[in-house]
């Protein structure tokens, strides 16, 4: 049976981590001089309240090679090993994983999901349903590969306030945004984050992120739609409502955003993603 391995940024819901014994490298998580362990001592709940009453911007950091090396021997005698990790262009995982297999000497494959949060994590469910359904490593990469190309990733942001803290826009331009009620929408693209359009006010910019999903597909009979979100449970409904009645997709979700990629995409941040589903 083939192992599936990700690192903790998938934020994939635990019944699903069970139900597909999905193992888990963690990432870790500093803020005001505290580190926590994703997923395991800190929840995403405790983390946003955290994120929102500090004056700094959290610190993030991924596993070491030896973490991976340690799993990927641990579990070679039970199967050949996937591991999929979060974007190489926005974390080092995919480093430390390709770094962990080389130390391990165990024939792990190690694929780039080019996603954050839950793109990323829908890649990884995907290879364990193809798992289940007996296809072999080599059908399964080709089968992400594919789903990967096809996937649009967009990243709705709420607040620009972490980006004033990690210094990359001064207080008044984060003030004046704010007065204004912009929003900013990002995409991933090839793994990497780039702007796509800013939209005053909440409402016209919800919608604008369902005319550009129109825009870009326009068949989602046979798609999933992904949607992980920051303490903004109302805007990820409203948005899983007129998905759903617009545009009926094959399956869709929505998750809480774990703390790693919760400290990029500012709180009340949204990512959202489709792709089609493999026809096997």
């Given amino acids: 049976m083939i192992q599936i391995v990700t690192d903790s940024t998938a934020d994939i819901p635990l019944e699903l981590l069970e139900k597909y014994k999905i193992h888990v490298i963690p990432l870790k998580v500093s803020i005001d001089e505290k580190e926590y362990t994703e997923g395991v001592?800190?929840?995403?709940?405790?983390?946003?309240?955290?994120?929102?009453?500090?004056?700094?911007?959290?610190?993030?950091?991924?596993?070491?090679?030896?973490?991976?090396?340690?799993?990927?021997?641990?579990?070679?005698?039970?199967?050949?090993?996937?591991?999929?990790?979060?974007?190489?262009?926005?974390?080092?995982?995919?480093?430390?994983?390709c770094l962990g297999q080389k130390l391990s000497n165990q024939e792990a494959t190690v694929f780039d999901s080019l996603g954050a949060s839950i793109a990323h994590g829908q890649q990884v469910i995907l290879a364990a349903e193809l798992a289940e359904k007996g296809l072999s490593l080599k059908e399964i990469v080709s089968e992400l590969t594919t789903f990967r190309k096809k996937m649009s990733i967009f990243i709705l942001v709420d607040t620009l306030e972490n980006i004033v803290k990690g210094g990359r826009l001064n207080k008044f331009q984060g003030s004046l945004a704010k007065i204004l009620n912009i929003k900013v929408l990002l995409e991933g693209i090839e793994?990497?984050?780039?702007?796509?359009?800013?939209?005053?006010?909440?409402?016209?910019?919800?919608?604008?992120?369902?005319?550009?999903m129109g825009?870009?597909?326009?068949?989602?009979?046979?798609?999933?739609?992904?949607?992980?979100?920051?303490?903004n449970l109302e805007d990820a409904n409203f948005l899983k409502e007129k998905i759903t009645e617009l545009y009926h997709p094959a399956r869709i979700m929505t998750v809480d955003m774990g703390p790693v990629v919760s400290t990029y995409a500012g709180y009340k941040g949204i990512i959202l993603s489709f792709s089609k589903l493999p026809l096997k």
């Fill in 191 to 212: 793994g990497a984050v780039e702007m796509v359009e800013k939209v005053r006010g909440k409402n016209k910019f919800l919608q604008r992120v369902l005319e550009i």
């Fill in 215 to 231: 825009e870009r597909q326009d068949d989602f009979s046979n798609s999933i739609v992904s949607i992980s979100h920051v303490d």
């Fill in 41 to 97: 001592d800190i929840t995403s709940q405790d983390f946003y309240k955290k994120m929102v009453a500090s004056k700094n911007l959290p610190k993030t950091s991924q596993p070491t090679p030896a973490a991976f090396a340690q799993k990927f021997t641990e579990l070679a005698e039970k199967g050949p090993v996937l591991c999929i990790t979060i974007s190489s262009k926005l974390s080092g995982s995919y480093q430390s994983a």
